[in-house]
């Protein structure tokens, strides 16, 4: 099952010049990047995230809201979009190390049952066929029980 992950602690929302951001208006951005990325870094540590994949993280989500920033609404509220954001790549960040780690196991499972057994195992094996379809009373020693 997933992991939950928390949402941040709300704060009061930044007074942000959202028609500068729908126009591309690189002061706006600047503004919004230097008021939300340590952040955004700060609670992506908080959740586990290494410093390197913090930042990957924050990276995107101002790429995004960069590509989505000319239709952004009114009404939005910068702040919450960006921790949405980042919180939907964190999560999916993980899972795709989960199913990483999990293809890693298979494929190290299916190279064990591929390969080529040892002769002391091969012949273990083989006692162990010859044993099991005898008769009921077989003894390894040749009597009959």
Known sequence: MPETVASPAPRPEVAVDLEGLRRLDPRAFDQVFLTYSPRLH???LRMGASASVAEELVQEAFLRLARHAPRLREDSRVGAWLFTVTRN???SHRRWCWLDGTRL???AEGAFMA???SPSEASAASDV???TTQPPGFSPSGAMM
């Open 89 to 91: 790549l964190w999560v």
């Open 42 to 44: 700060g609670w992506l």
């Open 129 to 131: 066929a010859f044993i």
């Open 115 to 117: 390969r080529t057994p």
């Open 105 to 107: 196991l298979e494929l």
